[in-house]
Nanobody
Framework: QVQLVESGGGLVQAGGSLRLSCAAS????????MAWFRQAPGKERVFVAA????????GYADSVKGRFTISRDNAKNTMYLQMNSLKPEDTAVYSC?????????????????WGQGTQVTVSS
């Protein structure tokens, strides 16, 4: 089992940057593929980015390609999401998730463990 805790959210102006972190405890995070999802007010939770256990493979939602970068440091049991050129439509609660499998990485149902989420607000 693994416990996930996000940090790094906040308020930023459009065009700005934030870096989110997801710290894992319990079983080593290197045992899991990991991902970021987000949920805007009144909307469903959607996929943002995913990374394989080794970090060698990544995947992104079309809406964030070229602006967001997912990475991980297995020695620190931490995953990151670098968010650049932020837009007001990026405003959401961002949650990290872990799965034993990387395939179908954009599917919510593939993930067994979730963090509590961190709020990101982008002002125009």
């Amino acid at each position: 089992q693994v416990q996930l805790v996000e940090s790094g959210g906040g308020l930023v102006q459009a065009g700005g940057s934030l870096r989110l972190s997801c710290a894992a405890s319990g079983r080593s995070s290197s045992s899991y593929a990991m991902a970021w999802f987000r949920q805007a007010p009144g909307k469903e939770r959607v996929f943002v980015a995913a990374i394989s256990r080794s970090g060698g493979n990544t995947g992104y939602a079309d809406s964030v390609k070229g602006r967001f970068t997912i990475s991980r440091d297995n020695a620190k049991n931490t995953m990151y999401l670098q968010m650049n050129s932020l837009k007001p439509e990026d405003t959401a609660v961002y949650s990290c998730a872990a799965s034993p499998f990387y395939n179908n990485y954009d599917q919510i149902g593939r993930y067994d463990y979730w963090g509590q989420g961190t709020q990101v607000t982008v002002s125009s």
